[in-house]
């Protein structure tokens, strides 16, 4: 059997790529986006296994997706409360 013709493999990459690439967005560039495209991952992963694709790609995709939307979220609560912050102390300039 080619590896093309396995039912959810091309699922299964696209959440590793998308799981790498949301984690390393959220860590280093802006974590919504990263939050963002680890929603995507998570999707693709889910998708991989209900076609039947239960192999460790899999499973690191979806693992780096969940830690892409936990950085993400924790970026945005941080850029938002920095935001505020920033906004107290110029009112009580």
């Known amino acids: 059997m080619n590896n093309q013709e ?4 091309g699922a299964a990459i696209a959440s590793l790529v998308l799981g790498i690439i949301g984690l390393v967005v959220a860590l280093f560039v802006f974590g919504p986006v990263g939050a ?3 929603i995507v991952g ?3 992963a889910s998708k991989a296994k209900q076609q039947g694709f239960e ?3 899999r499973t690191a995709g979806f693992v780096l997706s969940i830690l ?3 950085f993400g979220l924790i ?4 850029c938002i ?3 505020g912050t920033i906004g107290m102390m110029g009112a009580f300039a």
């Open 6 to 9: 396995v039912p959810g493999k």
């Open 36 to 38: 963002i495209l680890g």
């Open 42 to 44: 998570v999707v693709m």
């Open 55 to 57: 192999g460790g790609m």
């Open 68 to 70: 892409a939307i936990v």
């Open 75 to 78: 970026g945005l609560v941080a």
């Open 81 to 83: 409360a920095c935001a």
